[in-house]
């Protein structure tokens, strides 16, 4: 049945007063934009203008967007309706203590190398913009191995606001190493595979968002141009795979910058840099929020991966892990395109097989970027078994193809 405008301005003013009350300082050109685009194609177009697209519905989408790109949107004809951030502010701090920052993270990562030094190893794969250091902990049985142990990489928070993606890692972290030689399963994943996490890409990023108390739903790394000129860019449009295509913008001001060339900024060149120098790496996974899917390359074009094995231990794969997260499984370009992206390059570089992981919640409704810390255990627990799934694959994620070992 048809709804009437009315009804549309309704439910978009009630959920977005739904949201946790927040106070921005420097989102002043920032809008929430609902708008129809039921097609790939058209989300893709709206992305390249550089919105950040958050949510796809059957009927609508929302986006995050600079007001340069509700420019371009008007001017290639888009319908949208828009509201400035800041007319939704309260003006009270949020409190999300459990959530952690850059160095109650760091402090926790050092302590787990101290305690469990057998099996965990801290160290940093470089520095990010303002030098924050970009902590990974290799977790791995004491077991000798006369070949490299097949490897796997987690790695969450490229995006500033998306800070539930980091606490997935670490709660990883935290399991894995609780459960060594306690449980059978996890003791022998942790002896056979090399298990590497690296929770905070984006660091910078994530201190920005959060450094007054208030959230200012940041998305990118804090690139910029003099003292007070910062515009950021948006760390999953800069990796080097058919950087500079469609679905990332030129803009520096757009949520989708993607910056002035492939692997220009020190966060993507540290994971470049490491990926690179671990070959035996046969999974990756990067965590994002929100919207509850498990998505596959390609990213950068409608077309399926070519080769018919890789494309099928993807699909498998991110089968299963729906299955086992309750999240939706699908192809990344069916949400929209995107060029620069973590996964294409991983796959379409490197080869190997890589997930975008957008977790908990599955709408704006439930709290969008910023869901209440009381649900960080339950996204936790849905998403540690398919973790283990995966490590248990690294081997040789093609035994999960059939007929195929
Ligand atoms: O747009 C992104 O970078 C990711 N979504 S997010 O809301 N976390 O920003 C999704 C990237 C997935 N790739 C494609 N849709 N092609
Ligand atoms: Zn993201």
Known sequence: MKKSPVFFLLVFAVFLLSFTPFHFSTQDSLYILKMDASSKEERTAITSLGVAIEEVKPNYIVGIAHEDSLQKLTAHS??????????????????????????????????????????????????????????????????????????????????????????????????????????????????????????????????????????KFWRKNVRSEGADRMYGVDLNRNYGYRWGQEGASDNPRAETYRGPHAFSEPETQAVKRFVESHPNI??????????????????????????????????????????????????????????????????????????????????????????????IQKVVHDNIPAALYLIDTADHPRKVLPNLN
């Open 282 to 375: 046969t999974i990756l996974l990067s965590y994002h929020t929100y919207s509850e899917l498990i998505l596959y390359p390609w990213g950068h074009t409608y077309h399926d991966i070519e080769d018919p094995q890789d494309f099928g231990v993807h699909k498998t794969l991110a089968t299963e892990v729906g299955r086992i997260t309750g999240y939706k499984p699908q192809q990344a370009s069916d949400l929209y395109i995107t060029s620069g992206d973590t996964t294409d390059w991983s796959y379409g570089t490197h080869g190997i097989y890589s997930f975008t992981i957008e977790l908990y919640p599955g709408s704006m409704w439930e709290g969008g970027f910023y869901p209440s810390a009381a649900k």
């Open 78 to 215: 888009f319908k949208f309706e828009a509201k400035p951030l800041k007319q939704f502010l309260l003006d009270f701090p949020v409190k999300d203590a459990d959530f952690h920052n850059y160095s109650e993270m760091e402090a926790e990562l050092k302590s787990f190398a101290e305690k469990y030094p057998h099996i965990a190893e801290l160290s940093s794969i470089g520095e990010s913009i303002q030098q924050r250091k970009l902590y990974i902990m290799r977790l791995s049985g004491p077991t000798p191995s006369s070949t490299p142990k097949p490897a796997i990489i987690f790695m969450g928070l490229h995006h500033a606001r998306e800070h539930l993606s980091a606490e997935v890692p670490y709660f990883l972290i935290k399991h894995l190493l609780e459960n060594y030689g306690k449980d059978e399963k996890i003791t022998q994943l942790m002896d056979e595979r090399e298990i590497w996490v690296l929770p905070m890409v984006n660091p910078d990023g994530a201190e920005y968002d959060i450094e007054s108390g208030v959230y």
